[in-house]
Structures are given as C-alpha cells and as structure tokens.
C-alpha cells in the first residue's frame, strides 16, 4: 500500500498569507491520480486539485499544485477565510486503490 | 444538476450488519465509479473501496475484503454499501462520492451528504 505523508500536521496563517503544504509517497505515484481535497467541518471534501496540477471546477487560481514522483505540493496564495480548511492529499494506484493522507489543517492565527 | 443522496443515520449493535445507500441523480448512473469513504470522528478519510455501476465491478482494499459488500441497482440509479460485523471502531460517518471523469481515478468530483453509522451496545 502507498502511504501518503503530509506536512504540516497544522499550519496556522493569516488572511492574505500563502500556505505551503507538502505531501509525500511511501512509492512513487502517477502525477495523473495525485488529487488534493479540502474538507470544512461537518461537510464532505471537495476536489480542489486533480493530476497534481490540475484545478477543478470552480476552483480560483490561487489554488496552484505541482510535483512528481514522491512530493507534491498545494500552494494556496492570498489565503481568503474560506480557505481555511482541513486539506488532504490522495493518491491512485492499480495495485493498492486509493489512499488518502493524514491532512493537513490550515488554522487562521 | 449531479446529487448523491445518501441514506439516514444508523445505530448499530456490535456484531450486526449495516446497509447504506446512495440515489444518484442528474447524470448517467452507469457512466461514472462510485467510492465509498470513510471518516471516524475527528480523524482523517479513509477509502473503503469502489463500484462501476455499469457493471457491478468492485475493489476492495484488504482491510474490508470479506466484511464490505457493495451492490447497484440500475433501475434506481442506487448504489448500496453494506458492512458486516460491526465494532465500536466502525463509528464513521460514511460517503459515497463519484469520479469527476468516468474511469479516471482521477479524483472524487462529487461528495454525497453522509451517513453517520454509530456502534454502540
């Protein structure tokens, strides 16, 4: 099983700060089934980043993702108080399924 | 517009089964997988496996093989997901969730609304 590593465990921001957040494989994974979610208490996630890269729908550009192999990383500019969040990293793999990491929290300070 | 619309809160006892289910609507039911997630209280989401509805095809991952049952029925655009023997660590609440892209596994575009299944003798 693939098991995905996220970083921080809590990042505590302000409004108009950037939040940098790292998840890492246990083996590599495609950057075609790397997604990123955002999840709000008492609501489902939502798809925030498909392909590693790549935004959803409805998704505002300051939500940028990137990386290959073992790293990748969601870059969230000019956090606005919506964007603050629980944030996970999943993966796809023909072996194991899916998998999801720990989650990162985005506190506002 | 795409709904997933998820069954009612459940109680269970230790050891019984639980049956949930999801009413798909505003797309083609066959065309898209469908997850089953799970989240405990205050913990992070866990994949308890998928279903092509076209099909009926499922996959597991080895924790749930031979305790996670998921069925469709195309005649009601429902997918079912049932789980056996249930512990008080089974205490969840439990979403079905759909493929934004039909066979990608690219991610889960659409969330339903959840279910909350406590344990509890």
């Known amino acids: 099983e693939i098991v995905l590593t996220q970083s921080p465990g809590t990042v505590s921001l302000s409004p108009g700060e950037s939040a940098t957040l790292s998840c890492r494989a246990s083996?590599?994974?495609?950057?075609?089934?790397l997604a990123w979610y955002q999840q709000k208490s008492g609501q489902p996630p939502r798809l925030i980043l498909f392909?590693?890269?790549n935004r959803a729908t409805g998704i505002p550009d300051r939500f940028s993702g990137w990386g290959s192999g073992t790293d990748f990383t969601l870059t969230i500019s000019r956090l606005e108080p919506e964007d603050f969040a629980v944030y996970y990293c999943?993966?796809?793999?023909?072996?194991?399924?899916?998998?999801f990491g720990p989650g990162t929290k985005v506190d506002m300070k | 517009q795409v709904q997933l619309v998820q069954s009612g809160a459940e109680v269970k006892k230790p050891g019984a089964s639980v049956k949930l289910s999801c009413k798909a609507s505003?797309?083609?039911?066959?065309?898209?997988?469908i997850h089953w997630v799970r989240q405990a209280p205050g913990q992070g989401l866990e994949w308890m496996g998928i279903?092509?509805?076209?099909?009926?095809?499922?996959t597991f991952p080895q924790k749930f093989q031979g305790r996670v049952t998921m069925t469709r029925d195309t005649s009601t655009s429902t997918v079912y997901m049932e789980l056996t023997s249930v512990r008080s660590d089974d205490t969840a609440v439990y979403f079905c969730?759909?493929?934004?892209?039909?066979?990608?596994?690219?991610?889960?575009?659409?969330w339903g609304q959840g279910t909350l299944v406590t344990v509890s003798s």
């Open positions: 279903i092509n509805p076209s099909d009926g095809y499922t």
């Open positions: 969730a759909r493929e934004f892209d039909p066979g990608s596994m690219q991610g889960a575009g659409y």
């Open positions: 505003g797309y083609s039911f066959t065309t898209y997988y």
């Open positions: 392909g590693a890269s």
């Open positions: 999943q993966q796809y793999d023909t072996s194991s399924g899916v998998t």
């Open positions: 083996q590599h994974v495609a950057s075609s089934f």
